[in-house]
């Protein structure tokens, strides 16, 4: 009886029949592809391990992942869950979650004529000097308009504060202030806004940031001035017309007030004892005691290192930094950085803070690029002693993503590429569009590998090289794409493992049900581009880095580090393929098959081959028929064969394991057949 090798070709593919996949692998859990030497290709193997980076769950699921040095070589880890923001550093955990809190107390503001300090009193919150506000509503008072971000200057009582504004009052207000009064006509779009010394001009963006409602529409985002009509009253067109002539105040006329809380180890004392009010009153050096305010929650993250500082957005959020040596326990807002931030990345060589989906009002503009200034990411202010500036992409409907590629910075839309190439003052940043219809479908959806850059679209998988784009066929196509949850794009994650030439895709599933990541796809760009897929949840990944190989986090809030071990944390790894029928013989006749002889190696090279394998084999006369299973069969390294004796023109076959602690690699199978008949 003659022998006939089984060799696999490279990669999995679920876009085949059952007898187009002839000698092919259809199906994998947990294994990838190796090169094994020139005349021989590329075979699968059991995938990488991993192990438990930090013991303990971090309560929520992780969205994503930084490691960075130090000037004094502390290597740390920044992790982005959706409830709190965390630094691991030598086996222990930092939660550095910012704080805030959001007030709408009457509008009760004092000036002194030829001072820009304006005293805020708010019962709401008893604040510190380490706190900033962002005052969400305007408000007219003592001929002057406040508005935006402020830090808090002093500390007058626990209901009040104060603050320094871009410029001096005009008029001694006590207790007083007002927040916009809009007026509509019945079947008329123009809106009029009263605001005391509005300061607007035909044609200036008017941002109106808390919604609105009046005659019948209702008014929020940013508003072009229409017209001007005196020092206290403007026109913006509203985009329909209204149903009745009314007038209502923003906010219910009181105002609306966001804080970003600083939490200080140490407090010291101010307003209460040696400010303010001096020595008297309330004695000597007692400091009121701040209002904690609520953590930040976010649907995810991005995150950047300034050197020894790390920088953080929570995804439409505002701007945080962090450092060991800051003095405070939680991450702090940027100042003077924009209020939303899509996302954040330090564009080289010029070291300058990208901000994409970026805008200083809650009004987020989608399409709105912005950046600091050159070597300084507090500063945002656009000057001609600064390199600050903004750039609005002018197709697609939104900024999907952004990172600093291998040579530019790289913005994309849902539609397109674009890229943004340092040229210097005065326009800082040329942007163009590299490709259309290769938009990004989530924003943690991209990675750069070789001096290369892929990405998951909305229909394929793309591959920027040497500046131009194209599609990297995908022949698992659909795994991924017909059973995409697409209510859950934004978990998308990539993960590159540069160590393996490997990039993969997490993706939430519909066959998963419940709306996280479960699924897996993955190829190997070392070997020619060939895939594979499973079932596995990473929902945040970072590849190899200061602290050593790859490392993911999962939904329950835990962070793995991976290619440290053969299992599963300390479980054994579930692992398979499977092929499609292949054909035991040509022509007509059904074969007898009695000896299959494996070829595996059973362990890593030297150790002792203790791999424990399973094999089975599906059998068919047709393609259609319903196979017939054959086995498992316990396969190790002192098995010379095993006795299957099937009869049946197609066969498939499964591999497996689910032991501890072994790693296996298959080669060519062998199996020994014989003509038997034609029925």
């Known amino acids: 009886m003659p022998l006939r090798s089984v060799k696999l070709l490279p990669g999995v593919t679920t876009e085949v029949t059952p007898t187009q996949g002839m000698a092919q692998v259809v199906s994998t859990q947990l294994i990838r ?76 503001f004092s000036t002194t004529a030829s001072s820009n300090e304006v005293t805020i009193v708010d019962a709401g919150i008893t604040t510190s000097i380490f706190d900033s506000i962002y005052l969400t509503t305007p408000v007219a008072v003592g001929g002057i308009v406040l508005y935006g971000t402020y830090q808090i200057n002093t500390i007058a009582s626990t209901t009040s504060y104060t603050i320094l504004a871009a410029e001096p009052a005009t008029s001694t207000v006590a207790d007083g202030g007002a927040v916009p009064v809009f007026s509509t006509t019945a079947s008329s779009s123009f809106v009029n806004v009263e605001l005391a010394n509005h300061g607007e001009s035909v044609g200036d963006s008017f941002p109106i940031s808390t919604s609105t409602t009046v005659g019948g529409i209702t008014l929020f985002g940013n508003y072009l001035v229409y017209a001007v009509v005196d020092a206290d009253n403007f026109t913006v067109v509203a985009s329909n017309a209204a149903t009745a002539t009314a007038t209502a105040s923003m906010n219910g006329g009181d105002a609306s007030i966001t804080y970003y809380i600083g939490a200080s180890p140490s407090q010291p004392a101010a307003g209460y004892g040696l400010g303010g009010y001096g020595d008297g009153g309330y004695g000597e050096g007692v400091a009121p005691t701040p209002t904690p305010g609520t953590p930040i929650t976010t649907t995810n993250w991005s995150m950047d290192n300034w050197g020894e500082i790390l920088l953080a957005a929570p995804a439409g959020g505002a701007l945080y930094s962090w450092s060991q040596d800051s003095g405070f326990t939680d991450a702090v807002r940027v100042l003077n950085a924009p209020l939303i931030n899509g996302g954040i990345f330090v564009a080289e060589p010029s070291q300058i803070l990208v901000s994409w989906g970026s805008s200083f009002t809650p009004v987020l503009d989608p399409l709105q690029i912005n950046w600091s200034s050159s070597g300084n990411f507090t500063n945002w202010t656009v000057s001609t002693t600064t390199q600050a500036g903004g750039f609005r992409i002018p197709t697609g409907s939104r900024i999907i993503g952004g990172l600093q590629g291998p040579q530019t910075g790289l913005i994309w839309t849902d539609l397109g590429l674009w890229a943004m190439d340092y040229i210097e003052p005065p326009l800082v940043f040329g942007f163009n569009s590299i490709a259309n219809n290769c938009g990004l479908i989530a924003r943690n959806a991209a990675c750069v590998f070789n001096n290369n850059v892929a990405w998951m679209g909305f229909y394929n998988f793309f591959l920027l090289s040497g500046g131009t784009v194209s599609v990297i066929p995908c022949p698992v196509w659909d795994y991924v794409f017909q059973d995409l949850d697409t209510d859950n794009l934004d978990k998308i994650t990539c993960a590159v493992n540069s160590d393996f030439g490997e990039i993969a895709w997490y993706f939430p599933s519909r066959s998963g049900g419940d709306g996280e990541v479960d699924k897996y796809v993955k190829v190997n760009y070392l070997n020619g581009f060939v895939w594979d897929f499973g079932i596995l949840q990473r929902t945040a990944w970072i590849d190899q880095n200061v602290l050593g190989r790859p490392i993911g986090g999962d939904a329950s809030g835990y962070v793995y580090q991976h290619e440290t071990s053969p299992d599963a944390d300390g479980q054994p790894m579930v692992t398979s393929l499977s092929t499609g029928y292949f054909e035991i013989s040509d022509g007509e006749d059904l074969s007898f098959v009695d000896w299959v002889f494996p070829d595996f190696r059973y362990n890593y090279y030297p150790d002792t081959p203790a791999a424990v394998l399973s094999m089975q084999f599906g059998i068919a006369d047709y393609p259609n028929d319903m196979p017939k299973n054959v086995g498992p069969y316990n396969i190790t390294s002192s098995i010379p064969y095993i006795n299957t004796r099937f009869r049946s023109r197609l066969a498939s076959m499964t591999v497996g394991s689910s032991d501890l602690g072994t790693f296996w690699r298959l080669g060519a199978l062998k199996i020994r057949t014989a003509p038997d008949g034609k029925r």
């Open 33 to 108: 592809w190796r090169y094994a030497g020139e005349g021989i290709g590329v075979v699968p193997e059991k995938l990488g391990g991993w192990e438990k980076f930090y013991p303990i769950s971090l309560g929520s699921p992780v969205r994503y992942l930084h490691a960075w040095e130090g000037i004094n070589a502390d290597r740390r880890l920044a992790v982005g869950c959706t409830e709190s923001l965390n630094v691991i550093f030598n086996g222990s955990n930092s939660i550095i979650t910012p704080f805030t809190l959001v007030t709408n107390p009457e509008v009760d």
